[in-house]
């Protein structure tokens, strides 16, 4: 099972995709946490990048698909991506490279919440410099800008459906687990 999380920052990504990988046996691959880590560990990738993270600007197409190609490859089992791809560009890249390899996207989830619910959550987890008032502001400004289109360009592609991310963090992944039960179902079927 290869899935992929789209959502604003704020919308439970992180949480869902932690969830569905313990409840199926898969990867939690997270595109945050890895840039996070380099940050963290000062790596040479980290430096680059810490402006970008700290600014809520998108780390560059290159350096992100760099990044993710090697645990996207070594998910045998399957994976959840969380936080990537965040354009449609990086889509596009991305599925040139996994489906040569058999391990494109089957699925497309997006966690819909509304603005005021996701400033509300980014200002209240106070993650550190990339959680300010006006870095808030701004990512979800990139992420409508960029990361939008997206939805149009999975439902179009992969099965996707749009689930009411400002629920529960239970009663929001229950109704995927339904979801992605049916369309193991449907698949199987056909």
Do not use: C
Request: proline content about 3%; cysteine-free; aromatic content about 6%.
């Amino acid at each position: 099972m290869r899935l992929l999380l789209i959502g604003a920052p704020g919308a439970g990504k992180g949480t869902q995709a932690g969830r569905l990988a313990a409840r199926f046996g898969i990867a939690h691959i997270s595109s945050g946490d890895l840039l996070r880590q380099h940050v963290r560990d000062r790596t040479s990738r980290g430096l680059r990048v810490k402006s970008y993270v700290d600014n809520g600007d998108l780390v560059p197409d290159g350096v992100v698909m760099d990044m993710l190609r090697k645990p996207v490859l070594a998910a045998a089992s399957g994976y959840v991506l969380d936080g990537f791809p965040r354009t449609v560009g990086q889509a596009k890249a991305s599925y040139a490279v996994v489906r040569a390899l058999g391990a494109e996207v089957q699925a497309a989830i997006h966690l819909d919440v509304p603005r005021e619910e996701l400033v509300h959550r980014l200002l209240a987890r106070g993650r550190g410099s990339d959680d300010t008032e006006a870095v808030v502001e701004h990512r979800l400004k990139v992420y409508q800008e960029n990361t939008v289109p997206l939805l149009e360009y999975y439902a179009g592609r992969e099965w996707m459906f749009t689930v009411d991310g400002a629920r529960s963090a239970d009663a929001v992944h229950e109704d995927i687990v339904a979801r992605i039960q049916k369309l193991a179902s449907f698949t199987a079927s056909t």
